[in-house]
């Protein structure tokens, strides 16, 4: 089993940054924190970002690319997301997501985080 917290989502005006964090903990040799999703209220969950944890390579959706970083530390097993020039349409909740492997389909991750609500105003 892996356990996966994040932390650090927010009320940000249109414009404004902020970085989320993920946090793992249990079997985490193989299992990594490699994914972001959102889902925003009547919508479906949506790739956002995702890393190779073993070479850092990184993946972003096209709405994410050019204001959003994906970065993990290794000995700490946490994963984080710096989100940048955040618009409106950009108010969800994130979802850490862990897996082996790199996939850009939720349904490619076991362990999910509880959400972090992130809410941009306009």
């Known amino acids: 089993q892996v356990q996966l917290v994040e932390s650090g989502g927010g009320l940000v005006q249109t414009g404004g940054s902020l970085r989320l964090s993920c946090a793992a903990s249990?079997?985490?040799?193989?299992?990594?924190?490699i994914g972001w999703f959102r889902q925003a209220p009547g919508k479906e969950p949506e790739f956002v970002a995702a890393i190779r944890w073993r070479d850092g390579n990184t993946y972003y959706a096209d709405s994410a690319k050019g204001r959003f970083a994906i970065f993990r530390d290794s000995p700490k097993n946490t994963l984080y997301l710096r989100m940048d020039r955040l618009n409106p349409e950009d108010t969800a909740v994130y979802y850490c997501?862990?897996?082996?492997?790199?996939?850009?389909?939720?349904?490619?991750?076991?362990?999910w985080g509880q959400g972090t609500q992130v809410t941009v105003s306009s």
């Open positions: 997501a862990a897996s082996q492997l790199v996939s850009l389909n939720p349904d490619g991750y076991g362990y």
């Open positions: 249990g079997r985490t040799d193989r299992t990594k924190p």
